[in-house]
Every structure is written in C-alpha cells, then in structure tokens.
C-alpha cells in the first residue's frame, strides 16, 4: 500500500513535459505512405459500382483496397460471445452510414491520396435514411436496411434484454401514485486530442509491425488478425502510449485497412484522421431514449419500476449489446427496487456506430434514474436525499439481478455527499448506515427480497475465493 | 530558407507555404508539437516565435523566415527540467500528455514575461488550448506556480 496517499511521478510523467513521449505520429519510418479513405456521402445506399481505374492512374498511388481486397470482411465485435458478424470492413453492396469507408488509398502524400481518393467512381443509388430510434422499428417504416432489421435479434431467446423480479402488477395496483419520466441522453464525440492515427510498417520476416493508438491493444491485434485470417504471431503491435481515447479508441478504426494497404504496397502506411474526420466518421457515445414509470407510496417507498430503454447502435451492432446490458444491470441504480419490469432494445439507425465511452451504457441509467428519483421526490414532496437514503441498498437487499448486497456504498455515500456540500438532513438520516433492513426500513414490500440473514456472507465468500469453484 | 530552432540554425527544403508544423514535424523531426486539428483551434502545436506563442498549424514557413523558434525539446533535460516543466510534473498537469507541449510554450512565453500574475491572467493566457483530460484546474495550477515562482526570484 505504498502507494495510496503518498504524491507517485507519473512514470511517463518526464517524457510528456520533455516532449519526448513518441506518440503514433511521431514515428518516423522511412518510405511512409500516406492513407485516405474514399467515404460515404449519403447516411443510407446501395452501391451499384465501384471503379478505382482512374484513381489508380495517378501518379504516386502505390495501393487501393475495396471490400474484395479484404480477405475477411464482415466482421463482429462480440463474435467472442457467439454474435454473428454484422459490419463490413470496407462497404459491400451499401452504405449504412454517412462517413462509411468504402475504398482506402496509400500514396506518397495525403494530398496524392486524397486526389486519388476523389477518382474514385461510385454509383450509389440512395435509401430513405433511419434516423430516429423511436419510429425505427414502426411497421410502416418499409423495409429496413440492415440484414437483421430494425432491432438487434441476439439477446439469447429474446430480441431485447429483459429484467423480470417480483409482482410489478400488484406493485401498481398498490402505488399511492406513479411517476413518469422520459430521459434522452444524446450522441458524445470523444474528442481526444489524438486522432485515430496507425502507423503499419511490413517487416521483411513477413511480420506486420503495427504502431497504434489503441486502448485495447490485444482486442485491436485480434481484429485485425481476423480480417487478414493472419496468425496472431505475425502481428507485432507497439502501443501503450494513447493522446486521449475514453473509449473511442477500443474500435480498431485504422490499423486493419493501414494493414492491408502496407500488405500490397510493400511499404509502411500511415493514416491520421483529421479532425473534421474525427469528429464527422469516428463512433460516438450512443443516444439513447428512456422511459420510466415508478410506483411509489405518499411517504416514499418505490415498490415498482416499468422501464423501457431504446439504444441507438448506428448502423452495426459494434459493442451495443453489451452497453445496453450494463444498463439493464444498472437500471435500479443504487436503490432497492424489488418489483420491476425492465425491456430494452439496441436499434440500429443510419447514424454513425456508436462505441465505448467511460462507462457505456451506465452513464445514461445513470442520469435517467437520479433525474427520475428526483422528479419522484418533487411530485411527492418529499426531500430528494431523504428519499435516496431511505431506498439505498443496504446489507442483504437483492438486485433486480438476483445479486446479493454484501457491501452496498449508498448510504455512506450519500450522507459524505450531503456533509461536503453542507445539505441539511434530519437526525434519523444522519444516523442511517448501510446495515441490514429491519424496523420502520422494512417495509412489507422489502420483506420478500431481503436475503436470509447471514447469506450476504457467504455469496461474498463465493465469489472472493476459490471457495465456490471446483 | 533559414530558421532558428531551439538554438540551432536549419537551411530548410520545404517549399514556402508549407506550415511550420509541418517543417517541424516531418522536415526537421521536431516532434513536440502535436497536429491536434490543423485548424488553429486547439492549441497542440503552439510554439514561440521570436518569443511570442504561435499555432504552427497556421504559419506558412515564408512567414517565420530568419525567425527563432522555440519549442518544448529546447526548454530543458530530463534530469534538468526548466521551472515550466518542473511545474507541469510537479502538478500533475500532463495526463495523456498529448496537449502538454502547446500548454507549456503558452506558459513559458508568460514566464518571460517575468510579470507577477493572478490566476485570472493565466487562464486568460491559456484561452484557446484545449485538454480533455485533466479538467484544466491541475494545468492551470502548474502555470500559476511556474509563474509566481520566476516572479519572485532575482533576474
């Protein structure tokens, strides 16, 4: 525990104020191509034809891919988890997205590049954009452009993640009042100051050496070992060293076309988004649309919540599915709810795929059920931290997953919280802690969820040791 | 053409409308100052010209002829950091660091200014740098002590 409390230099702490940090673009590789990607123009196409004659034609191109230079192009983020594949490296027969890549250049500048780039022919022929996740799914909405239709199919047996505890019908029936809300957090750009930025160097041993700016240095080595059906030990990854990701750079957004453009030109290829790039084509936090409807009593208790969450994954599933699973992990937040009725759906529309960001999917079950509690406590007039205190987690609650608290941070949070900004609570708050419910804090509605007194234990011990594995 | 950096007299080959970034970068492998967004709105790539901060992404080379250019691999060694740099480690503010150079030219032109100045005054000199990391405070911070320290010791 050396390190707790004391003042630690960053280890990289004298190369970033010497400026000697080498980031992607500082490397330096003689005879480096330069990378452009023809994109798409439209949000929503077919593509009839691709003709890269003319562009191939200038002089200083060294090398064009497609989608028939891809040895395997579809591919899918959560294939690891059983997931079909869904989003093709280079576009194939349409274009779900404005900003697709459909062809990539390498040539001997970003210039040359970007020239033989606008001699590329593409004949589209443009479909009715998606762009609104609540009528994306309406059955007047004509045919969906993606393979599986308007909503992700892969949640197990359903086509969207369910939570399901308790008697949510008898908990309204029962509510001296239900509160409603609608909550809509909106499309993030990450914004780091790096762009997405690769640097492919081919190595005479017929090893890749790939320089990148990749949070996800083994998942990235992955994606790109599958789409060139290349062995992992011919990739040599350098990394480590990121200008700002929070989350964005979990996608592998250059490194595989940088790969396949270095395969066929000889020659190291580098590509550095622009920031209008960055900002127009690189994915996105996901917007999302949220409904809740509590069931609650005059003096505060939330018997129940209805919940329903829309997802907007853009054009490809990417890691949507395993965001909106988070949030449905989390759609009680820190609050012991024990009826509920949770069904969310990832949507796919013609936006820019959306991807990690700090937190995917519990940001935005985050904001809507804090807000929501809020709100709850406005119609009740009741005081917000008050209410918060009395439906905290405590010892032995169990969550809308069947978890069992054993060490729930609610209460001692929220009363820290209140003590820092100096907010007034009554005497019976101030002296709440996170201990096992019993007297007035059980009500009859929180009998049946709470643990055997004891079990809490010994679910920690389960799952702290070996103690639970055989 | 000619240009002075950190010291050190360059006999240039890029044509002169090349950016100074872009002569610092892939011509004399200057690598410190960062092509953050190529548009003069981040702030990544400033550095000194004839001591006054600059965004490099903007400057055509034929306009900082026979000019002195200082960037942050001139300001001092690892075992020897200047006051800005000592400051910027000591506060904690480079996170990803990919900002910190254009932060610390903007600082050290304030530092030679050898003004004593208020907090307000450093975050007006910073206007226009961006960082996504840190939430600024630790940056500003660093600027305020690299400045009152300079300040308050002979010249």
């Not at chain 1, 509510?175 to 160097?201: F, K, N």
Request: aromatic share 6%; charged share 20%; with cysteine.
């Amino acid at each position: 525990m050396k390190a707790v409390g004391a003042r630690l230099p960053r280890y990289d702490g004298i190369a970033h104020v010497t400026g000697r940090t080498q980031y992607v673009d500082d490397v330096r590789v003689h005879g480096t191509l330069w990378c452009k990607a023809l994109r798409s123009p439209h949000h929503s196409a077919l593509i009839l034809s691709i003709d890269t004659t003319k562009a191939r034609a200038v002089p200083g191109v060294h090398a064009i891919v497609t989608h028939e230079d891809v040895p395997h192009n579809v591919y899918g983020h959560l294939e690891g988890l059983g997931v079909p594949a869904d989003e093709p490296l280079l576009a194939e027969g349409d274009v779900r997205w404005k900003g697709q890549p459909i062809a990539a250049v390498a040539a001997v500048s970003e210039e040359v590049a970007q020239a033989a780039v606008d001699a590329i022919e593409v004949v589209y022929e443009e479909r009715e954009p998606i762009l609104d996740i609540r009528t994306a799914a309406d059955p007047d909405a004509g045919e969906h452009f993606h393979q599986w239709g308007p909503i992700y199919p892969h949640f197990g047996p359903h086509n969207h993640r369910r939570v399901r505890k308790g008697d949510v019908e008898a908990a309204f029936d029962a509510a001296d009042l239900i509160v409603e809300g609608v909550y809509r957090p909106q499309a993030i750009e990450h914004c780091p100051l790096e762009t997405q930025v690769s640097l492919v160097v081919p190595e005479p041993s017929g090893r890749l050496t790939i320089y990148s700016c990749t949070q996800a240095m083994y998942f990235s080595m992955g994606v790109v070992a599958a789409h060139l059906e290349w062995p992992l030990n011919k990739l040599k990854f350098v990394g480590g060293t990121v200008g700002g990701g929070f989350g964005g750079k979990v996608d592998t957004a250059t490194e595989t076309i940088c790969a396949l453009l270095a395969i066929q030109a000889h020659r190291p290829v580098k590509w550095r988004f622009t920031r209008e790039e960055e900002f127009l084509t690189s994915s996105t936090r996901a917007p999302w649309h949220i409904e809740i409807r509590d069931a609650v009593t005059s003096d505060g208790w939330i018997l129940g919540r209805r919940m329903l969450t829309l997802h907007d994954a853009g054009g490809y599933a990417r890691f949507s599915p395993y965001g909106l699973t988070k949030h449905a992990f989390h759609h009680t937040g820190a609050y012991t709810i024990p009826n509920l009725r949770f069904d969310g759906f990832v949507l796919f529309t013609n936006r820019v795929p959306t991807t990690a960001m700090r937190g995917f999917g519990v940001t935005s079950v985050s904001l809507a059920t804090e807000l929501h509690l809020s709100r709850v406590a406005e119609q009740l007039g009741i005081d917000p931290l008050e209410l918060r205190l009395k439906n905290a987690n405590r010892v032995g609650d169990t969550t809308g997953n069947r978890v069992v608290m054993h060490d729930p941070s609610t209460v001692p949070v929220t009363l820290a919280a209140a003590e820092a900004v100096g907010y007034e609570l009554g005497e019976d708050y101030r002296a709440m802690t996170s201990e096992r419910r019993g007297g007035d804090l059980l009500p009859e509605h929180l009998v049946a969820q709470q643990a055997p007194d004891g079990e809490h234990l010994a679910t920690y011990r389960a799952a702290t040791t070996n103690g639970g594995a055989s | 053409m000619r240009l002075t950096v950190n010291g050190t007299e360059h006999e240039v080959v890029a044509p002169p409308l090349t950016t100074l970034l872009a002569v610092l970068r892939e011509e004399l492998f200057v690598t410190s100052p960062k092509a953050g967004c190529q548009q003069g709105g981040c702030g990544a790539c400033t550095v000194l010209v004839d001591g006054e901060p600059r965004r490099a992404c903007l400057i055509p080379l034929a306009a900082v002829e026979g000019a002195a250019i200082a960037t942050v691999e001139g300001l001092g060694e690892a075992d020897e950091l200047s006051g800005v740099q000592a400051a910027f480690h000591e506060h904690y503010a480079a996170q990803c660091g990919f900002c910190t150079s254009g932060f610390m030219m903007a600082a050290q032109a304030l530092v030679d200014r050898g003004d004593a100045v208020a907090r307000e005054d450093v975050i007006e000199a910073l206007n226009g740098h961006l960082c996504r990391c840190t939430g600024y405070v630790k940056i500003v911070d660093a600027v305020t002590a690299a400045v009152t320290q300079n300040a308050g010791s002979p010249a």
